[in-house]
DNA sequence: CGTGCTGTTGAGGACGATCAATGACGGTGG
DNA sequence: CCACCGTCATTGATCGTCCTCAACAGCACG
């Protein structure tokens, strides 16, 4: 995606606005008629579970739009709901809107299919984690992947900025565990010891201990940078 | 999609083959220039693990495209393999030829980048199985789903024709312990109590135990059907 | 100064992995 | 036709990981 593709899709971002953290940006039952962009913060799509628990299935940074599949798919599975995990600000584009752009525009249509064949390789190594990985190698790689995804985006900060119920809710474990699998990490010398909030020392380790291998996610090219551009718009 | 789409890909459709079960379609590390369509048989999308174990990401039923990912990506994840799990019949189409068809419609586009979305779906239900869910759920799930997908291609037996290693490998379980699943099954009177096959008696306990919600499933309309196009243009 | 959320620690128990061995079946070659 | 082999299905026993329940400390909030 170029920078014209870019310009246009911009023109269209109406009703930017800030969440709080914790607050809903979807709701699990409504329908909008757009489609919602994080400008600012971290978001991500969870559902909620039968004993009240919150299953994350993904992330959302700046750059990101976090509901683009129920534009796409008619009978939308509305279950699944978007909360803001830090302060954000979003702004939404119209369906219809959308429709325009697409229609005579096939390398953004591209860039979105992009992003949601993304989405689904995210979602396939979570899913091998899920399943043969310890909770050492589930957690490492969730770090990873935010680490990732914040450097996608320009950001190189070593804070990853979820609490570990967080990481509870996206890697599938019990809040105790992560807390164990957490404190495993700090005396590897992995992560730092402060006890608010996580901070990533050894990166190198965390990425073997993760057997992460970032090549499934080739993000900067793709799906973010364009936040820059973004912002500068609405000034 | 609507069926003149249809007929434009039809014509594009390439060097049809068979592949036994088993086998591979794709191995990990080919890049082709062409994409798969499964016209018969059932096969997954899959990677090998580092103990030689395999996991198992998505099947891939007639009418579905089981690499069109290659073609999105830039940078492929190249560690995953398609391989044929009952004997297949697959057709290629080369991306030279899909990029001109998709220039000029939209419409078609969209259905791709559609089944897309509906794979992540999948894979979202499945990784919400993943951990949270006893092996019960999960397993009842799995079946679930192939014979919701099974109905999607107008298909309605009661037959799942995995073996018991598939579905331990897809569903994240170690194969004793889906033995011992599906026994506990069979014991409930849902599956039938022939060895060879699996069987599905009751299928509305099976939904009950998995707390299956097809909605996340709307298939029917999407991704296939289109098959029956296919096989009568080959003719 | 309570209230609530996040983080921390302990103990017990369940679920599923692993190892090991056997039976059933189909295919292949002698 | 039968012996051999590989794959799938089955069963038993042991063990480890992770969940659950429960309680408490620190911190921000009103």
Redesign the pocket.
Known sequence: MNNDELEVLVQFVKHQKRVSA?ADINRAAESPKYSTLVLEGIACSYKRLA?GGRQIYSFHYPGDFCDLYRYVLPERDKTIAVQALSDCSVATVDYSDIEQLLAGRPKLAQALWRASVMEASILRQRLSNA????????VADLLCEQLARHEAIGVCSRHVP???????DA?????????????TL?NLNVLG??????EVIDRKELGRIAQFNGRYLNMPQLVSNWTVHMEEAEK
């Open positions: 914790g004993g399943r043969r990985g310890s909770a050492l190698q589930r979820l609490s570990q119920v967080d990481i509870a890697a599938g474990l019990s809040i105790v565990h992560v807390n164990r699998t957490i404190q700090r010891k402060t006890r608010q909030a996580i």
